[in-house]
């Protein structure tokens, strides 16, 4: 049998070492499918519950592998529901190819049965997105969507229409006008400052007295840089969100995370410093840095688009990070004063004791902070954690003690609800040797985590590593929205919309065949997480805690608070919520 168009598009993704596509299929891809059953033995396909889980897996699967993701749907339907999984990728700087069905060409423009502008659809969200209508055409705009993705961390989109797909390929177009030639060749940005650039900001570093600095996402990889400078510097490292596994959260000078769900001492750095570097991270609030003026700047980014967004910067270095900060390490001068550094320390020592405190203060039935207070001592050597969107972010972010070679990634800017579970089959089908956890709400668990534990099921055998673990924080409220209702609007919980309707977790994993954790007693949570952690299998482990446990900022704003008291004059949970937060600020006095 002669090669069809479909198989040669599969042929080019084995040119660019694709070996794993998250998809769903349909009658849109029927000629790609086909040529997928000729050539499982090149590829793992991962058939998942709906597309939209498809593009996170793919976006997870970037993330925590450093690799383009491949995503494939069917035309129409199929192709929307990528959205939103393609804009977590795009909006976190990570590369994938989505590959879409569309209908026969010559159906196009007659408001045909699935017909979608689907050029249009994903012109925003891709950084190039191509229909193929030739055979000929179909080499190189493979070629160049890899090409796009992998140099500039974005997302691109082939369109193959159905009748195009099973249609005699041409790998080798003829030498005729018109026909353009390819190849799958990388063409990945290397950019480096010149030496006047990173003198300029040493002169910047060297002269600051409290220096600062803030690492993101494009700072993983360059965790031993950042320690060297942070100590020639004598200054603390705030960590955005992504960045949370730069440095292990026992050095003594990482304040922690930064922003709504930050740390006081993050705060505090930010509030008192008088030079500030940032490192791969393009954190939204500039309200938590520096206020404007207060600081000089350098930053450190591999594109010049994300410079100087957030904060104004004296001089923006273009690099990677780890060897950016190899070449200005040389031209940094030790400090010889401690006392900014010492500072910050006693302000993190502080930190963590009141966390420990606000952990231990008792609720109804669980305080949700304990859950992550005790988890970091229970999480296992080389623990990959996937966090999810919902109030458990601001414990995943404060509470949870990530170590030197664990992994971690939430969704970042767009931070959208559904991710975690997806994430994390992404993380187990390309490290199967590595434990791994995701860290979900009930309400994103039933929005699709419940689903995706069917693919957990389908394909869990194959892990050499069998433990995978799903944590359920169950509060029936979908509590980040609740409080921020309060806070930010001044408004009380409007039950219709907020209440999540209870679910037995733990009794759905035993009918999959999973264990099932089940705990709403705070002197259980310990032996429950390493329980959970020494499972050769999947777990779900499901925490009853309380919604009234509030996630406060590490500074409240008078609007914040006048917002909160206007909302306790309506809230049918008022008596609850002041003693919770009355709890909150009495364990952090001295912080």
Partial sequence: MSKTVGDFLLDQLTEWHVERIYGYPGDG?????GAMGR??????YIRVRHEEMAAFMAAGHAKFTG???VCLATSGPGAIHLLNGLYDARMDHVPVVAIVGQQARSSLGSDYQQEVDLQALFKDVCAYV???VTPEQMRHVVNRAFRIAKAERAVCCIIVPNDLQQMPAVPHPPRAHGNVYSSASEAVVRPSPSDEALRRAADILNAGKRPAILVGAGA???GAEVAAVAEKLQCGVAKALLGKAVLPDALPYVTGSIGLLGTKPSWSMMDHCDTLLMVGTTFPYSEFLPEDGQARAVQIDLSPRNVSIRYPTEVNLIGDSAEVLRRLLPLLERKTDTGWRERIEVNVRKWWRSLELKAMEPASPINPQRVFWELSSALPDRAIIAGDSGSHTNWFARDMKIREGMMASVSGKLATMGNAVPYAIAAKMAHPDRPVLAIVGDGAMQMNGNAELVTVKQY???WSDPNFVVMVLVNRDLNQVTWEQRA??????FAPAQDVEDFPYAEYARLLGFKGIHVERPDDILD???????TPGPVVIEFVTDPDVPPLPPHITLEQAKAFMRSLTKDPDAARMIRQAWREVRSGFGA
Avoid at 488 to 493: C, H, R
Avoid at 528 to 534: K, L, S, T
């Fill in 29 to 33: 891809i029927n000629g790609i499918m």
């Fill in 39 to 44: 050539a499982s033995d090149r590829f793992d």
């Fill in 67 to 69: 690799e383009v993701g």
């Fill in 130 to 132: 191509e229909t193929v």
């Fill in 220 to 222: 993983l990889g360059a």
């Fill in 460 to 462: 869990c055998k194959r």
């Fill in 488 to 493: 930010l609007a001044g408004d009380p919980k």
């Fill in 528 to 534: 429950a997480w390493r329980e959970a952690f020494a």
